[in-house]
């Protein structure tokens, strides 16, 4: 085994900079704390960050947050389904359908 040819990559060495889902999971990770940064909530997501499973699939971990933070954001995706940025690629009213029933409950 010791004397056996490699293919040249040693899986000792792997590095998360090598996996797909890192370069995935850090671009979404940007575009959303860019976004935060624009609705003024960034520093109230002080764990967002990248990250990867065993698997090497890319995962985006915002942590903990306080109610009054997450209310902040359930009315900011409120307003963005209720503007119709929520609304499927097929043209259904699916979006709109979920905001109003909320607002039914409330």
Known sequence: MRDEPTSGHDFATWSPLDSDGWYAARNATTALRDVLVRAGLEKDFPYLRADLNAFGHGLV??????????????????????????????????????????????
């Open 61 to 106: 971990e915002l942590g903990r947050v306080s109610p009054d933070t997450a209310e902040r954001l359930a009315e900011l995706l409120r307003l963005a389904l209720a503007s119709g940025l929520g609304a499927d690629r097929d043209g259904s009213e699916a979006a709109q359908t979920t905001t109003n029933e909320h607002r039914e409950r409330t």
